[in-house]
């Protein structure tokens, strides 16, 4: 059963465009999560974020930003995607302090 | 450096027979370890999870793992695949809990 729904599930975009994806929780999580799995299907954890604080990969590239409004949205926003930004995002929740992570079924960009 | 790798990019099994797909772990102290299946076009969910105690913990659909801490190994066990536990297999760990990170992940391929 999801309780992790993300929009758009697949998005086709050209270099340059700004993209967001939407993140919605119904667990009542107060910690959530975005994950970028490349082609080859590695996972790499991009933001977690929960009321007090936003940790941030330090890999991740200036042009990705978060956005939140309340503890069960966590969206993503890409200012002006490139090639490399072709991925599947998968959006996560969590208590915090807990390790078990429940996932959204992801959104796939291809920046052409 | 904290990791978790799984040495198995791919494995084929015919239905019926038993299953081990390998996980080996680097961390200072022990983490909590999970074990998150992914199907196609589908987020990732939980099988089982490790925090401590008996190091067989069981998990969904007939599976288990076992921890290990000699052997630094949480590996996945199932008596008997069925078809429909093709999927991608990945092993997780975390010592700072939410902060999970995922091993490269292993390919399942059942064949009748």
């Known amino acids: 059963e999801t309780a992790v729904f993300q929009t758009p599930n697949y998005h086709v975009t050209q270099v340059g465009n700004e993209v967001s994806f939407n993140c919605k929780q119904t667990?009542?999580?107060?910690?959530m999560y975005w994950y970028k799995q490349d082609s080859k299907k590695l996972l790499k954890i991009m933001f977690s974020?929960?009321?007090?604080?936003?940790?941030v990969n330090e890999t991740v590239p200036r042009r990705f930003s978060p956005q939140s409004s309340d503890k069960a949205h966590l969206n993503l926003r890409i200012k002006s995607v490139e090639p490399e930004d072709s991925a599947v995002y998968l959006c996560?929740?969590?208590?915090?302090?807990?390790?078990?992570?429940?996932f959204g079924e992801g959104s796939k960009l291809t920046v052409l | 450096a904290q990791s978790v790798t799984q040495p198995d990019a791919r494995v084929t099994v015919s239905e019926g027979a038993s299953l081990q797909l390998r996980c080996k772990y680097s961390?200072?102290?022990?983490?909590?370890l999970f074990w998150y299946v992914q199907y196609p076009r589908q987020g990732l969910q939980l099988l089982l999870k490790?925090?401590?105690?008996?190091?067989v913990v069981q998990g969904v659909n007939g599976f288990e793992a076992e921890f290990s801490k000699s052997n630094s190994s949480f590996h996945l066990r199932k008596a008997s695949v069925h078809w429909s536990d093709s999927a991608v297999y990945f092993c997780?760990?975390?010592?700072?809990?939410?902060?999970?990170?995922f091993g490269s992940g292993t390919r399942l391929q059942v064949y009748a």
């Open positions: 996560a929740s969590s208590y915090a302090g807990a390790g078990q992570l429940y």
């Open positions: 667990l009542g999580h107060d910690t």
């Open positions: 974020y929960n009321n007090k604080q936003l940790i």
């Open positions: 961390y200072s102290g022990t983490p909590y």
């Open positions: 490790y925090y401590s105690g008996d190091p």
């Open positions: 997780a760990g975390t010592q700072v809990v939410g902060q999970l990170t």
